[in-house]
């Protein structure tokens, strides 16, 4: 076999496992990727490509799998759709079908045209020769649900909004607070938060919230603990005693963070509330409480027992479940079977908080219904999870071993990016009807009004990276987006929830007009906003996509005021982050600013205009800027809360790790003074710049 034929046997073969030999960074400029990246990910999907012989023999084995099979493992098909899917019209004809419709458990006859309940159900295709085929069919509606008339709202990393109510850090009595609030005197239509998934515990725990142990269920660490019933009955002396010396401790640290500049400290905050929950939940369920709990564990089934059982087993053998031993690495061993029983009440205490917190986010959700909010409290789904953590362990079967989920170089990564995160293996997803992803959006359905999903692009396709080597050494695999996004529009309109995607940065041709098409709103940013095909100025209101979540920051950029007086480029520079002379960052960064104020100030809708150098007023400048996001045709118009009292601080410093104290800062006021929500919801400069939507809405 000649190197060129090798070369195009490997490339077939990556074709169809969806793996790719080359992708296209800009329309003009294709990049092929190493032939060391398409045979890990090939191995990685249980492909031997290791040898021409090996690849000649793994591309005869798929062309023949393909040629033979009936059925996809998913077959998708959109209600109203006339067409059909493709996969059923191009059976033989004479093939008969027969469904399984979800939750029933008997077959019936099914004609390809005809209607279909809303689910996933078990198709069988049995040609006329006898040949059979079987597969997951998903019928899904033609749009996911769409916000009830357009509306603003507040974004808030959840840890930053401290009360004093709260135990050093933001808590979900906290949310349910600033919910009520801002619905109530704002006419805030919804409240966007972090991720709340389960972090790996440790010392230091890794604080960003998008790399978590589990996104299946919530993160304990959030709950409010006087809000948990069982707490008002702890009744004896010994109880009520450690419940008082554990608020004081809390109290302390509380005012360590909002008196005395300290950081956000989530390892101290769970101590402190774990000690709490161990004395709370030894009081007895009442009768109406103990059968929600057993409903709750009823509908979550196994995969609440592997979340507590990691968690139990993490207390005694460590967060690194590879470091675990052997016979404990496989979650149905025998061997974790008795550690399970074992460890029964350490399981049953992890499962009892899964459920505190999966209430307390709902009625956090049910007091923004009440307050008016047309959405209610926004959640967001991270990428993926850790390596190391819970998901990884119980669900190894359907992630890549040895690969990591990352982005390619591009303009602003000239390395790319590792984040570290294992990928689902998009056969295995298909051949189960893509069960864990089901799973986890019908979990997170349970207390969202709405779902964001983190680099929303992944639902087409992600950057694989072999585990050791760098950004530059992967390549792109193709996910089944068609049956991603049917399954999203299913599990969303069942819980009549909007889906946001985050589609910044570096988008395959085709992906925003398929995630519009289906009902995904996009994610706009203000400075990202401009005529990038035609002379790059700012893009004027009436030009931004109606589609969208339309915003003038996010948590991974600088706040509106640093970016309007230019702090952020002397953060960067303090911390040795530039590329360049910082005399030229700060001209490229004035002029920018400049760019946009003269725009603002074409618009009218400066009450200052001129008045002096970008950042001279930056307050007015923000609400300017909110005025302008207002006249876009954005359906839903996001504050970043920090910008409501002009904090300049970022939460998070993409880049950096030591140097800055990422997902750690409490919101501030311009001078970095730390304000709890009480003194927040109260601040002049918050309010005046609501009153932006407010007046709006009046007129």
Same mark, same amino acid.
């Given at each position: 076999m000649t190197a060129a034929l090798a070369d195009t046997d490997l490339s077939r073969l990556a074709e169809l496992h969806g793996v790719a030999t080359s992708y296209r960074p800009a329309p003009d400029r294709t990049v092929?990727?190493?032939?060391?990246?398409?045979?890990?990910?090939?191995?990685?999907?249980?492909?031997?490509?290791?040898?021409?012989? @090996?690849?000649?023999?793994?591309?005869?084995?798929?062309?023949?799998?393909?040629?033979?099979?009936?059925?996809?493992?998913?077959?998708?098909?959109?209600?109203?759709?006339?067409?059909?899917?493709a996969a059923l019209a191009a059976l033989p004809p004479g093939t008969r079908l027969t469904v399984t419709t979800e939750g029933a458990t008997e077959d019936r006859e099914w004609d390809a045209s005809g209607e279909l309940p809303l689910g996933v159900h078990r198709l069988t295709a049995v040609a006329p020769g006898g040949r059979t085929g079987r597969a997951h069919?998903?019928?899904?509606?033609?749009?996911?649900?769409?916000?009830?008339?357009?509306?603003?709202?507040? &974004?808030?990393?959840?840890?930053?909004?401290?009360?004093?109510?709260?135990?050093?850090?933001?808590?979900?009595?906290?949310?349910?607070?600033?919910?009520?609030?801002?619905?109530?005197?704002?006419?805030?239509?919804?409240?966007?938060?972090?991720?709340?998934?389960s972090a790996v515990p440790g010392a230091p725990t890794d604080p960003s919230p998008y790399r978590p142990s589990s996104r299946r269920f919530p993160d304990p660490v959030h709950l409010r603990i006087e809000d948990v019933p069982e707490y008002a009955y702890a009744e004896e002396a010994e109880g009520r005693e450690r419940l008082a010396v554990l608020r004081e401790r809390a109290a302390r640290l509380r005012a360590d963070v909002l008196d005395k500049g300290?950081?956000?400290?989530?390892?101290?905050?769970?101590?402190l509330k774990r000690e709490a929950l161990e004395t709370v939940l030894a009081v007895p369920l009442g009768p109406g409480r103990q059968a929600a709990y057993d409903a709750f564990r009823a509908a979550h089934?196994?995969?609440? $027992?592997?979340?507590?059982?990691?968690? @139990?087993?993490?207390?005694?053998?460590?967060?690194?479940?590879?470091?675990?031993?052997?016979?404990?690495?496989?979650?149905?061993?025998?061997? $974790?079977? /008795?550690?399970?029983?074992?460890?029964?009440?350490?399981?049953?205490?992890?499962?009892?908080?899964?459920?505190?917190?999966?209430?307390?986010? /709902?009625?956090?959700? /049910?007091?923004a219904a009440e307050a008016g909010m047309s959405v209610g409290i926004v959640h967001d789904l991270a990428v993926g999870v850790h390596p190391q953590g819970a998901d990884a362990w119980a669900q190894q079967d359907v992630f890549a071993a040895g690969m990591s989920v990352g982005a390619p170089p591009d303009a602003f990564n000239a390395r790319g990016q590792d984040w570290g995160l294992p990928p689902w293996r998009p056969d295995r997803l298909a051949a189960c009807g893509h069960a864990p992803y089901r799973e986890l959006l019908r979990a997170l359905f349970r207390y969202a009004g709405a779902l964001r999903i983190d680099h929303v692009m992944g639902l087409f396709r992600l950057w694989w990276v072999p585990r050791g080597g760098a950004p530059t050494e992967g390549t792109y695999v193709r996910y089944d987006a068609d049956a991603m996004l049917a399954i999203l529009a299913l599990e969303a309109g069942r819980a009549g929830a909007v889906v946001i995607g985050e589609d910044l940065g570096t988008v395959e041709p085709g992906v925003r007009e398929a995630l519009q098409r289906r009902g995904v709103l996009g994610t706009s940013v203000l400075w990202f906003e401009r005529d990038w095909e035609g002379d790059g100025r700012p893009l004027p209101p009436e030009r931004w996509r109606a589609d969208c979540l339309a915003t003038a920051t996010t948590h991974d950029l600088p706040p509106t005021a640093a970016r309007l007086t230019g702090d952020h480029v002397g953060l960067r520079d303090r911390l040795g982050l530039l590329t360049r002379p910082a005399a030229e960052e700060r001209a490229e960064a004035d002029a920018d600013t400049a760019e946009w104020l003269a725009l603002?100030?074409?618009?009218?809708?400066?009450?200052?205009?001129? @008045?002096?150098?970008?950042?001279?007023?930056?307050?007015?400048?923000?609400?300017?800027?909110?005025?302008?996001?207002?006249?876009?045709? @954005?359906? &839903? #118009?996001?504050?970043?809360?920090?910008?409501? #009292?002009?904090?300049?601080?970022?939460?998070?410093?993409?880049?950096?790790?030591?140097?800055y104290p990422n997902w750690r800062l409490p919101i501030?006021?311009?001078?970095? /003074?730390?304000?709890?929500?009480?003194?927040?919801?109260?601040?002049?400069?918050?309010?005046?710049?609501?009153?932006?939507?407010?007046?709006?809405?009046?007129?």
């Open positions: 092929a990727v190493p032939a060391s990246a398409v045979v890990a990910a090939l191995t990685a999907l249980g492909v031997d490509a290791a040898g021409q012989g @090996a690849v000649r023999a793994a591309l005869a084995a798929r062309e023949r799998e393909l040629r033979e099979r009936l059925l996809p493992p998913t077959v998708v098909r959109w209600a109203g759709d006339p067409r059909g899917p069919l998903v019928v899904a509606p033609d749009r996911l649900p769409a916000p009830a008339g357009r509306s603003h709202g507040l &974004l808030v990393q959840l840890y930053s909004l401290l009360s004093r109510r709260s135990w050093g850090m933001g808590d979900l009595g906290d949310l349910a607070e600033l919910a009520g609030w801002a619905g109530r005197t704002a006419g805030a239509g919804f409240v966007q938060v972090n991720p709340l998934h300290g950081l956000i400290d989530r390892d101290a905050v769970w101590e089934g196994r995969a609440l $027992t592997d979340h507590a059982t990691w968690y @139990a087993l993490a207390e005694t053998h460590g967060a690194d479940w590879h470091g675990w031993p052997e016979e404990l690495r496989d979650p149905r061993s025998a061997a $974790t079977a /008795r550690a399970r029983a074992e460890l029964a009440d350490r399981v049953e205490f992890h499962t009892r908080l899964a459920w505190l917190t999966d209430g307390q986010l /709902r009625a956090a959700q /049910r007091v603002l100030g074409s618009l009218d809708l400066l009450d200052r205009p001129g @008045a002096g150098p970008p950042g001279s007023d930056e307050e007015e400048e923000i609400r300017a800027v909110h005025r302008f996001l207002l006249r876009t045709p @954005a359906r &839903l #118009i996001g504050v970043w809360l920090p910008d409501g #009292i002009g904090d300049r601080r970022p939460q998070n410093l993409p880049g950096t790790w030591d140097q501030a006021d311009r001078d970095g /003074r730390p304000l709890p929500l009480e003194e927040l919801t109260a601040a002049p400069r918050l309010r005046a710049l609501l009153d932006v939507f407010t007046q709006v809405r009046r007129g």
